[in-house]
């Protein structure tokens, strides 16, 4: 089992930024790859970002691309999204997902664990 909780959202104006964390504990996280989604009213949960065990890779949403930018730190048990240039259309609860594989995934089907999310709202 691995347990999931972000921290870091909230409200922001548009073109500014946010930092999102993912702390995990319960099981080896750098045996984990890692993956960034969001889930707006109304819509289904889309995938944002990705980054795989050893942090060598990572894979974006071209909605975010150039924009956002995921990393992660083992030492430390977390994954961190970071968000520039924030429109409204980036308001949504974001999740932060895991899933017991060297490589990442960009599906929902593809993780096992998931986060309760965070609330990020970009007021225009």
């Known amino acids: 089992q691995v347990q999931l909780v972000e921290s870091g959202g909230g409200l922001v104006q548009a073109g500014g930024s946010l930092r999102l964390s993912c702390a995990a504990s319960?099981?080896?996280?750098?045996?984990?790859?890692m993956g960034w989604f969001r889930q707006a009213p109304g819509k289904e949960r889309e995938f944002v970002a990705a980054?795989?065990?050893?942090?060598?890779?990572?894979s974006y949403a071209e909605s975010v691309k150039g924009r956002f930018t995921i990393s992660r730190d083992n030492a430390k048990n977390s994954v961190y999204l970071q968000m520039n240039s924030l429109k409204p259309e980036d308001t949504a609860v974001y999740y932060c997902?895991?899933?017991?594989?060297?490589?990442?995934?960009?599906?929902?089907?593809?993780?096992?664990?998931w986060g309760q999310g965070t609330q990020v709202t970009v007021s225009s």
């Open positions: 997902a895991a899933v017991n594989s060297r490589n990442y995934y960009a599906t929902v089907e593809g993780y096992d664990y």
């Open positions: 980054i795989n065990m050893s942090g060598g890779s990572t």
């Open positions: 319960g099981r080896i996280f750098s045996y984990y790859a």
